[in-house]
């Protein structure tokens, strides 16, 4: 039967519509280095292929094989050719079959491997089941890229954008689009979760733009970020809402059904990426991003912030939202105005390569003005727009507003 699948799938059409569950493993050992020569033929050329075709390309491919080798691939391809012809519905089924059956057995082999204490299973299996669901396997083919300008040209344009609303900082970096990821970083009681709220709910900010925003906290109670949020939507002081909870309540519905608050202490990567799903957000912020738990062992803490920022950077582009992660600096930050990469806890290199823009925020240390307000954003990298440096701007603790 292997001869016969092998020859439906020199039909380029009907590779095309199967290669999503075409994979060497579902073919006799005898024919999978033609099956694989078959991929790379369909691959370039993009037509159907003969016997004579595929036994030159083969030769072509391997100059150096022996003699017997490649007289037994061309015995080979001959039986290919001789091969009784399968009707395309009934060798698509067959193929689908074979492919369920070792998708069961790699499931299986990853359970026996979780029961072994292989604490990386965990993540391959939900890889492999995501995808599955998606009938899509590792040696799935991406479609190509369009060739429409302008679609082309929308994907940098800053009207596909959310707009960060503090006027210093959007004049240099306008905002953070669909797919892309952000790191706000800043040393502890310096303003990072006021500065997040403040981007989110404040006048002008990604609430207003009509995006829907998640905002999982595993840090700070849920419900005291969301009443910060309240404050930076309102411009009302903790006092004035407690004053008149009903007034609060009745201005700040413009935005409550677009603004999601989680508590998430304890989450892994698992559980974001469902709940991300089920909300379909516009634009997600994580407070705090490191501790979101990863089920995979890592050897340092280097590793596994690196590991665990290129899978927030995944969820970006998986559920096509824009995600801002914050990040703690380490004491070398402490009384800091500007902020450099070596100033991130726990991964320097590993978080700044993940990134597609990364925000520091500082604040000088005055013994005689402990509560001064003026911060110092520092764009540390950017592949939005490509503009690096500093700018200021003013931190109203009783509103939650970072304002100029």
Not at 79 to 95: H, K, Q, R
């Amino acid at each position: 039967m292997s001869q016969s699948l092998i020859k439906s799938c020199l039909s380029n059409e009907f590779y095309n519509l199967n290669k999503a569950k075409l994979r060497p493993s579902i073919f006799d050992d005898t024919v999978k280095d033609i099956f694989e020569t078959i991929v790379k033929m369909h691959d370039k050329f993009e037509k159907d292929i003969s016997a004579l075709d595929l036994f030159s390309f083969w030769k072509a491919q391997n100059p150096t094989s022996t003699g017997s080798w490649t007289a037994e691939i061309e015995d080979q391809i001959s039986c290919v050719s001789e091969a009784g012809s399968l009707d395309n519905e009934i060798a698509a089924d067959i193929i689908e079959n074979l492919w369920r059956q070792h998708v069961g057995t790699d499931v299986a082999n990853l359970g026996i491997q979780m029961s072994e204490g292989d604490t990386s299973a965990m993540d391959k299996l939900v890889t492999l089941i995501s995808r599955v669901s998606d009938s899509y396997m590792p040696d799935d083919f991406a479609e190509p890229v369009t060739d429409d300008i302008y679609e082309l040209l929308s994907v940098v344009s800053n009207d596909n954008r959310f707009k960060f609303n503090i006027e210093t900082l959007s004049r240099n970096v306008y905002g953070i689009g669909r797919g892309e990821f952000g790191v706000i970083a800043a040393y502890s009681n310096v303003g990072k979760t006021a500065l997040a709220v403040s981007l989110c709910a404040a006048p002008g900010g990604f609430c207003q733009q009509n995006a829907r925003v998640v905002y999982v906290a595993n840090e700070e109670v849920a419900k005291r970020t969301k009443l910060r949020a309240i404050q930076a939507y309102t411009g009302l002081t903790k006092d004035e809402i407690e004053f008149d909870p009903q007034a609060a309540s009745a201005r700040y519905s413009g935005i409550k059904d677009r603004l999601i608050f989680a508590d998430a202490q304890g989450w892994d990567i698992q559980m974001l990426d469902a709940y991300l799903n089920k909300q379909k957000p516009d634009v997600v912020v994580i407070d705090m991003a490191d501790k979101i738990a990863l089920t995979t062992q890592f050897n340092s803490g280097h590793e596994r912030l690196r590991e665990l920022y290129y899978r927030l950077r995944e969820l970006a582009k998986k559920h096509n939202c824009a995600l801002i992660g914050l990040s703690q600096a380490s004491a070398e930050a402490e009384g800091r105005t500007r902020l450099t990469p070596t100033m991130l806890e726990g991964s320097k290199v590993g978080k700044i390569a993940e990134t597609d823009i990364l925000i520091g925020c500082g604040k000088m240390n005055d013994a005689d003005n402990p509560d001064d307000p003026l911060r110092y954003l520092t764009v540390m990298k950017n592949k939005i727009s490509g503009w690096h440096g500093m700018v200021t701007c003013n931190l109203n603790a009783q509103t939650s507003r970072f304002e100029v």
